[in-house]
């Protein structure tokens, strides 16, 4: 049976730590603060086996996200307000708002759809949605 290679967005706190680990070691050989991969395998506590094993498989989310275009889908509190704010974030990220859908609230609760490009210039894409998720009244955001 071939293996597909299938992609998931995990949120940070989901991961187990060596999976973090291995983000960090590579960030400390790309930026060159350590001079061998076991430099940094041994500053961080991992195997150079784990980090082997894993380096081609674990990158964060904005690393992968440039040039892309990314939806974002809300559950949040029918407010004055609150969609500008949201706009305003993906704006100071500098992301390009492609499109914009928000349905009709019911009970109080409007759903949300962004499409957003994520561009060369654009900030670390993961800290813009957990600002998002953070917003007084956002009750949920899924990446798409």
């Known amino acids: 049976m071939a293996e597909t290679a299938g992609y998931y967005v995990v949120k940070e706190r989901a991961l187990p730590d060596v999976l973090l680990k291995v983000v960090e070691a590579k960030r400390l050989i790309d930026s060159e603060k350590v001079e061998s991969v076991q430099e940094a395998v041994d500053r961080l506590g991992i195997s150079r086996s784990s980090f082997y094993k894993y380096k081609d498989d674990i990158f964060p989310f904005h690393d992968t996200a440039q040039g892309k275009t990314i ?9 004055p307000g609150r969609l500008s704010r949201l706009l305003k974030i993906v704006g100071d990220f500098g992301a390009n708002i492609l499109t914009i859908h928000q349905s009709i609230p019911v009970n109080g609760v409007a759903s949300l759809s962004l499409s ?9 894409v993961s800290r813009m949605v957990s600002m998002m998720e953070q917003q007084q009244g956002v009750r949920h955001v899924t990446v798409n």
């Not at 957003?116 to 670390?124: I, K, M, P, Y």
């Open 71 to 79: 939806t974002l889908t809300f559950q949040m509190d029918d407010e």
């Open 116 to 124: 957003v490009q994520v561009l060369e210039t654009t900030g670390d």
